[in-house]
């Protein structure tokens, strides 16, 4: 935040800065999603809707959901929310209690710390693998397992480290929640964006629907980030606690964005295969670059916008940090990124590609100098 207010004001100061902190798609909404909005509008469909989202869209999300990964969930296991935030939110106030212990991941979204904190619960840390491309095994989280644990949060692909964990461990982690009564919640917020491989859910593991639950979202799939439109997916109890919430919070999502919803997931898929093209090339580009320069380790990115170098090797003269790293890059170079801090490592920073590749070659011009001037000047002293 305090990184993305300071570009805000050197920007309204007239400087030139490269934005490589904003984890949203630069691509516009698709033209056919923008369209349905439209005749919402005009079709006066501009009401209250039931709380949980209409059950057309509700039927448009559990079918999508199974065409894509073969689940099988019913309109009464699924609830619209507003963003996929707005269902990690409420899942974690349904089911998460004073005391309980949530597995979390490092690196993680920001966010999951803060929201099971404010649930009363404690996140307990799982470091992984940098070595191995932030790889997460079931054997580390099996350590942090304690009576108290309530839940496991599986990210994958990861943000901020576009990392994708191994199906035969996720599996394993499923099985072994499911053995001890643990809830796995899988957010599927980047899980069209994956470069190899066809994209699966943990919601589609035999017997995995009491134990799995789904944090999704249109959000980045569909250029939709406005919007807000995310859903769960979950046991219908847990689902009827989360109405409860929702009818005293929200009340329902957008009824124009819901309609608009609809048609981003039963109209033509063309747009999400067309970005991903789009966002593997930018990656391509971005890690081949940043592996040019001096001290900067990076990992390739499986999936998701972001990569997330290590540049510790640059941290000196007056940076010690990452959080001082990106205020100085900022600073001196004009360029924003996301301090590791943020997602639970101080050496790292995240770089979202998701903007355009002329941007990119920019940015990373800077970047580059800004790390060499470092290293050649540590070199010196
Ligand atoms: C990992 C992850 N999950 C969920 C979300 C939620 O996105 P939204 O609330 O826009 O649907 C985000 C957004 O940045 C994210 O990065």
Not at 9 to 29: K, M, S, Y
Not at 127 to 136: H, I, P, R, Y
Request: charged share 25%; net charge neutral; aromatic share 8%.
């Amino acid at each position: 935040m305090a990184v993305s207010s300071e570009a805000d004001r050197l920007r309204r100061q007239g400087a030139d800065v490269i934005d490589f902190g904003a984890g949203e798609p630069d691509f516009p909404t698709p033209d056919n999603i923008k369209r349905a909005a439209v005749l919402a509008i005009e079709q006066n469909f501009t009401k209250y809707t039931n709380t949980g989202g209409t059950e057309d869209l509700k039927q448009a999300i559990t079918w999508r959901h199974k065409t894509d990964y073969g689940t099988d969930y019913s309109t009464k296991e699924c609830i619209v929310t507003v963003g996929g935030k707005h269902a990690i939110f409420e899942l974690m106030q349904a089911l998460i209690d004073s005391g309980d212990e949530v597995i979390v991941p490092v690196p993680y979204w920001v966010t999951y710390k803060d929201v099971v904190n404010y649930a009363g619960g404690a996140c307990v840390f799982v470091d992984t693998d940098e070595g191995k491309g932030f790889d997460l095994r079931a054997s580390m989280i099996e350590r942090h397992l304690s009576p108290r644990t309530k839940m496991i949060i599986i990210n994958s692909p990861s943000n901020p480290s576009g990392a994708v964990f191994a199906r035969g461990e996720l599996e394993q982690i499923v099985a072994m929640a499911r053995d001890r009564g643990i809830w796995v919640m899988t957010d599927e917020c980047y899980h069209r964006f994956l470069y190899e491989g066809e994209p699966y859910s943990l919601a589609a593991l035999p017997g995995a629907k009491d134990t799995v639950i789904v944090a999704g979202s249109l959000s980045k799939t569909y250029a939709m980030t406005g919007w807000r439109i995310g859903f769960a997916l979950a046991p219908a109890a847990v689902i009827g606690g989360i109405m409860k919430l929702q009818s005293h919070m929200t009340s329902n999502p957008t009824s124009i964005a819901q309609k608009a919803a609809i048609e981003a997931l039963r109209g033509p898929q063309d747009s999400v295969t067309a970005m991903l093209a789009e966002y593997k090339k930018r990656r391509d580009y971005v890690i081949e670059r940043l592996r040019r320069i001096e001290g900067v380790t990076v990992n390739m990115p499986q999936g998701a916008f972001y990569a997330y170098p290590n540049v510790s090797a640059a941290f000196r003269g007056g940076i010690s940090n990452s959080l001082e790293f990106a205020g100085k890059l900022l600073s001196e170079a004009l360029v924003a990124v996301v301090p590791g801090e943020a997602f639970g490592t101080a050496d790292h920073v995240r770089i979202s590609y998701a903007t355009s590749l002329r941007e990119l070659e920019r940015g990373l011009d800077r970047i580059d100098k800004f790390i060499s001037a470092r290293m050649s000047c540590g070199r010196g002293a």
